[in-house]
């Protein structure tokens, strides 16, 4: 896509800080990381998200992004990382082509994960949406 960013980095358009590439996969440094280190893995062909990314290329993206994760822990002395994924502007997508985060994590570093709402499911309601969440799973398989 012409003018994505991540696309234009793939393409070689724009520098970044690589540190995997192969034929499908280009992981670099993000620019506002959460702790140093910080990496990106995104497919170099375009896909607006994960869940517009083929099965394929997707399980190929949680290989390398274990392998990447290993490396940061391991030259930043990282106690811990998170990967994360975000779908849609809702979830916090701000750059629409496929991206993983590799973050990370230290004690006390500052960096917090979402905490738990205090919302209650009223009785039934979990049975009732664990069976639609499944009706939705066996009607696309």
């Not at 274990?66 to 994924?85: D, E, F, Q, R, S």
């Not at 205090?118 to 009607?139: K, P, V």
Request: charged share 20%.
């Amino acid at each position: 896509m012409k003018d994505c960013i991540f696309c234009k980095i793939a393409a070689g358009e724009l520098p970044c800080y690589k540190v995997y590439e192969d034929d499908k996969i280009l992981a670099f440094l993000d620019i506002h990381p959460i702790n140093k280190g910080h990496t990106l893995i995104i497919p170099k062909e375009h896909y607006e998200s994960s869940l517009g990314t083929p099965d394929e290329l997707l399980k190929y993206i949680v290989v390398v992004a274990k392998k990447i994760a290993l490396a940061v822990m391991k030259t930043t002395g990282a106690l811990g990382c998170n990967i994360g994924i975000n779908n849609g502007e809702a979830s916090g997508q701000l750059v629409f082509h496929t991206h993983w985060h590799v973050m990370p994590r230290f004690a006390n570093d500052g960096y917090e994960l979402w905490h738990g709402k205090d919302t209650a499911y009223s009785e039934g309601e979990m049975e009732s949406l664990a069976t639609q969440i499944n009706g939705q799973l066996m009607a696309k398989a």
